[in-house]
């Protein structure tokens, strides 16, 4: 190929992806306005100042597409299952006393990552075990859970949130990773 034609090529492939990333974002932005609405009415105005992290991870996910944007879904749902963890599971220490978002009565990292595990692996059920995909799916997984999951640990402190968000990634790695390795053992066998 002559100079002229490579570089027309290289034109026409950042425009196909200057495209992509501002479709993506368009639809990373109506999921994020969605998301902000709900997070809104369930938690207060307090959470919306962490949305910019859920429009980048679904701009991220909108754009990767396919295996990683399936993940996505899939983590969006074991995400938005953080919102319905009590803070007597979050916080038992705090149970019996009036928790308003933000009341500090203590902390408790610990019960949040276990929560979070808890998450993680019901979520690694769900990611699909063959070697090209896993990575992909699982990311996406990630980038879903990741996405929502920090709106609900705004409301938490930062040992707290690290804990559930670091949770559920670690559960969601480690099941899935030990789900990819018993298959491909399990194809070596037979």
């Known amino acids: 190929m002559e100079a002229s034609e490579l570089s027309g090529l290289r034109l026409a492939r950042r425009a196909y992806e200057t495209g992509r990333l501002w479709a993506s974002f368009r639809r990373a932005a109506f999921l994020t306005l969605a998301v902000g609405v709900f997070a809104w009415a369930f938690s207060g105005a307090h959470l919306l100042a962490w949305l910019p992290l859920t429009l980048v991870a679904w701009t991220l996910a909108f754009w990767r597409g396919e295996t990683v944007l399936r993940g996505a879904w899939l983590g969006f749902l074991g995400g938005a299952a953080t919102f319905v963890l009590p ?76 804990g559930l968000v670091g949770g559920l990634l670690a559960g969601l790695l480690a099941a899935s990773a030990a789900r990819a390795v018993l298959r491909r053992d399990a194809v070596r066998g037979a």
């Open 87 to 162: 803070m007597s599971v979050l916080r038992p220490c705090c149970v019996g006393r009036i928790m308003e978002p933000g009341a500090n009565c203590c902390t408790m990292p610990g019960m949040c990552l276990l929560a979070g595990t808890v998450v993680g692996l019901a979520l690694a059920v769900l990611v699909p075990v063959t070697r090209q995909s896993w990575p992909k799916a699982a990311s996406g997984m990630a980038l879903g859970a990741a996405s929502i999951a920090v709106l609900r640990c705004s409301s938490l402190f930062a040992g707290e949130a690290l």
